[in-house]
């Protein structure tokens, strides 16, 4: 890893659980990292939450996504949580977010990637 | 048009079924079909289902039209990365497959090879999104697919899952990207599908996406156990498996408790119609369609039924 990405890796990493995708979304996720979910989902959570709202992977754990909605309606921006959120660029893993979000590298995606609003 | 995007079109009674583990011979698959086929607008090829292996969702598809029955191809994102689902899917359109079911899938770990490496490349909103770029005649990379494939997609979300209240606006997601049609999951709190069929009501989803909630027929209490403690996402309440439990005949009482669900989904407004499970190959989705007053595909085209004669 390069230095920014280390330092990045050093504070984000206990605070969050980064996981250096390299393509920060906690913004739009109720500043929870979806990287944590077991299946990695973007868009979550899956339809494998157990009752008790644990992961249907890891029930000791506390579904990522769940913690997510609970944090977003506490936001702002709670509506960001509804967008859609591209495939992972697998490419990124490993560098730093901050770097790729002031290159604007973090923006984008695939040419035949539409979103569609409504 | 798919036959099954024909039939919700015209407002008609939409039943679906599944097929999954049960085809390696052709004949199989033909005999697993047979009883309840006459009811059924289409059945649903699926894809490894919980996370065990078996014939693959393309070739379970082409084994059902082969049957004369229309097929819904399920996805799901656990076992391919994104080139191989849309592979998948513009074969599936090579072949005149155009019901595309897109899921996340239930883990590796729920399956009986857990140590295998989960794949998830995309969830299931992404690969909606990309299903639907694949019939505006575009790959994910932009490269141009000419020419473009009709596709009638779908989806799946679960109203028996927690976040119970976030459910409806998963499902919008999904819609957003590309669903038409959404199979609910398995779901015996009543209750629990009633308040997310009323959300999307009231939300105007409806006027969207098709629903079909989903219903399983067994024959045991154990079996509803097995559900409950093994099949993520779907719990039975602990009264529903006693009272199967506790009945003289465990099959009439499961039953009955299907034809219950089953009139129960189909009274509620919002509703296009039935996901039937039977894991067995058995009469029992011909017997609750009988026992519900559905009458055969072939009759509801004709009269363009709409409503099932109440129980």
Sequence with gaps: MKPLALVEHAVKGPLFGCRMCGQCVLHSTGLTCPMNCPKQLRNGPCGGVRPDGSCEVKPEMRCVWLKGWERAERLPWTEELHELRPPVDNRLWGTSSWRNWLTKRDKQVPAGWEDRKH | ?311
């Design chain 2, 1 to 311: 048009m798919s036959r099954l995007e024909d039939a919700l079109a015209s407002g008609r009674l939409v039943l679906t079924a599944e097929l999954g583990a049960v085809a390696n011979e052709l004949d199989a698959v033909a005999r697993y079909v047979e009883p309840m086929a006459p009811y059924l607008d289409a059945i649903n090829a699926t894809d490894n289902t919980s996370a065990h292996a078996h014939a693959s969702p393309l070739a379970l598809a082409l084994a059902l039209r082969a049957c004369g029955e229309e097929p819904v191809l399920q996805l799901v994102c656990r076992d391919r990365n994104r080139l191989a689902l849309q592979s998948e899917i513009v074969g599936a359109a090579l072949h005149g497959i155009e019901n595309i079911c897109c899921l996340t899938g239930d883990d590796v770990t729920a399956g009986d090879e857990p140590e295998a490496r989960r794949v998830f490349d995309l969830d299931s909103p992404q690969l909606l999104a990309t299903a639907r770029g694949l019939s505006e005649g575009r790959y994910l990379s932009g490269r141009p697919l000419e020419p473009a494939p009709h596709l009638f997609l779908g989806a799946v979300e679960n109203p028996g899952a927690p976040p119970y209240e976030q459910r409806v606006a998963r499902a919008w997601k999904k819609v957003r990207a590309g669903a038409r049609f959404l199979q609910l999951q398995l779901c015996f709190e009543p209750e629990r599908l009633e308040r997310f069929v009323a959300e999307t009501v009231r939300t105007g989803l409806d006027e969207r996406v098709w629903l079909l909630p989903s219903v399983v027929i067994v024959r045991s209490a154990s079996a509803l156990r097995f559900i409950d403690e093994k099949v993520p996402g779907i719990s039975v309440p602990a009264a529903t498996i006693e009272r199967v439990e506790r009945a003289t005949d465990q099959q009439e009482e499961a039953f009955e408790i299907a034809c219950d669900l089953a009139a129960h989904a189909l009274a509620l407004p919002g509703v296009a119609g039935l996901h039937l499970i039977s894991f067995r190959r058995d009469a029992g989705i011909a017997a609750l369609c009988r026992r519900l007053g559905i009458p055969t595909r072939k009759e509801r085209e004709a009269s363009g039924n709409r409503h099932p004669v109440p129980v």
